[in-house]
């Protein structure tokens, strides 16, 4: 079956500074990738996706690119903002949407 | 376009305990799916319909947990009896799904505490 693992947090740093987060994934075909965020105290909310394999989702400033060969697909900001803060979600999509265990990242001022 | 709907938005009960959490999904959505999120981890898929049949049960424990989407639209899952490892956060997703690039929109989700 298919399963996602990404970096542990939490992941502190400053405004304006770089973020990556990465992700793996395993699955016996070509999923589809995506990266969920839930703000505090909010419900989870699709942040980008990616179908096959060298597409680049983004939104937000927040990209991410499906690497076959790596299998990964490892979420960037070039500029992260206060707002930002919160728990990242990779997950994959292959008959059924599994995700990894989330990644808590705090912007500090 | 109204979101996914879940009630409660909260609950605490005593193990050994039932309870039920309702779901209404996005209006048109063929694909329901029911989470479990224990605090500081992903969320767990415990089921997944298409319209009002079973895809994937394999994670749901069966000898206390149960499921049903009636007529396709809305769902319950159910509880009984609770154990203290079942506090977690139940999430309840829509899709329209005819491929598996399609994203799945969440709700709020119910919080229950079994102490």
């Known amino acids: 079956g298919n399963s996602v693992t990404q970096m542990e947090g939490p992941v502190t740093l400053s405004e304006e500074a770089f973020l990556t987060i990465n992700c793996t994934y395993t699955?016996?075909?070509?999923?589809?990738l995506f990266w969920y965020v839930q703000y505090p105290g909010e419900g989870l909310q699709l942040l980008l996706k990616a179908t096959k394999a060298d597409d680049k989702g983004s939104n937000k400033g927040f990209e991410a690119t499906y690497r076959k060969e790596t299998t990964s697909f490892h979420l960037e900001k070039g500029s992260v903002q206060v707002s930002d803060s919160a728990v990242y979600f990779c997950a994959s999509s292959w008959g059924k949407l599994q995700f990894g265990a989330g990644t808590q990242v705090v912007v500090t001022p | 376009e109204a979101g996914v709907a879940q009630s409660p938005r909260y609950k605490i009960i005593e193990k050994r305990q039932s309870v039920a959490f309702w779901c209404n999904p996005i209006s048109g959505h063929a694909t329901l799916y029911w989470y479990q999120q224990i605090l500081g981890q992903g969320p767990k898929l415990l089921i997944q319909?298409?319209?009002?049949?079973?895809?994937?049960d394999s994670q749901l424990p069966k000898d206390r947990f149960s499921a049903e989407r009636l007529k396709g639209v809305d769902s319950t899952l159910k509880i009984q009896p609770a154990k203290l490892e079942d506090s977690a956060v139940y999430l309840c997703?829509?899709?329209?799904?005819?491929?598996?690039?399609?994203?799945?929109?969440f709700g709020q989700g119910t919080r229950l505490t079994v102490v």
């Open positions: 997703a829509s899709s329209n799904r005819r491929t598996s690039n399609t994203e799945a929109f």
């Open positions: 319909f298409q319209n009002n049949g079973v895809v994937d």
């Open positions: 699955a016996t075909g070509y999923p589809s």
